[in-house]
């Protein structure tokens, strides 16, 4: 059965899984780019991968409502948890955690935390999951690192990098990370929310198919990517 992932704009993605509905990263009321609105999203676990704005945002709200399971490190969920949200499973990198829905590894990230509050939001992260036989990276916010060899050394089916720049690795680093990481296919997310993240994103598709042997595939919020 095939993993389905709808990019909800910038670093935000809702994945569907054998009847499981996870959300990664919700920035969503106030994202210039989001397809929906926090009300709107459906989740039964939502995963943070650090603390800034543009991860957290709607997490508590969208959690309090559906009652879902967050995961994240372990600073974020207590954050969270003083906000009401019940139920957490804090993580930390380098650990996985078996969850309803397949498996959770919390793989390290190059970038800082620090909470909207000014709160200690922990290290940041990307996740490595494990979803319905399919092995599907987010680096989520991060620059280029070597140890993406490692993530990768198993097999991905699909890898989702940054390629903003600014805030995070851009488009020619990105192709380096492909070139580590050997996924099957690759798609681009934290990019054009903002005019200082902007990019030309079928120029970045063309470097991956001529530089790398992954398949990019390019989708626009509210688009879907069947894994
Ligand atoms: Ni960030
Ligand atoms: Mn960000």
């Avoid at 926090?38 to 991968?49: E, G, H, K, W």
Wanted: charged residues 20%.
């Amino acid at each position: 059965m095939a993993v389905k992932l709808t990019w909800l704009g910038h670093g935000s993605w809702a994945i569907e899984t054998e009847g499981h509905h996870l959300l990664l990263d919700p920035f969503l009321n106030d994202s210039p780019t989001a397809p929906i609105k926090a009300a709107d999203a459906q989740a039964d676990a939502i995963l943070i991968s650090h603390g800034h704005f543009d991860h957290v945002a709607d997490a508590a709200e969208i959690a309090q409502r559906t009652g879902a399971t967050v995961y994240s490190n372990f600073e974020i969920c207590q954050w969270l948890s003083k906000q009401g949200v019940e139920k957490t499973e804090p993580m930390n990198l380098g650990g996985a955690v078996d969850a309803p829905f397949g498996r959770v590894k919390s793989t390290i990230a190059h970038h800082s935390s620090e909470l909207p509050d000014g709160a200690y939001g922990g290290n940041p992260g990307g996740f490595l999951l494990a979803l319905a036989g399919k092995s599907i990276y987010f680096a989520c916010d991060t620059a280029l690192f070597l140890d993406m060899k490692l993530i990768g050394a198993a097999g991905l089916d699909l890898a989702v990098l940054p390629i903003g720049d600014r805030f995070t690795m851009g488009p020619e680093d990105s192709i380096e990370a492909v070139k580590l990481l050997s996924p099957k296919r690759v798609a681009p997310a934290h990019y054009n929310t903002w005019p200082p993240i902007e990019q030309d994103v079928q120029a970045w598709a063309e470097r991956v198919r001529v530089h790398t042997s992954a398949e990019p595939v390019v989708v626009e919020p509210g688009g879907v990517i069947e894994v």
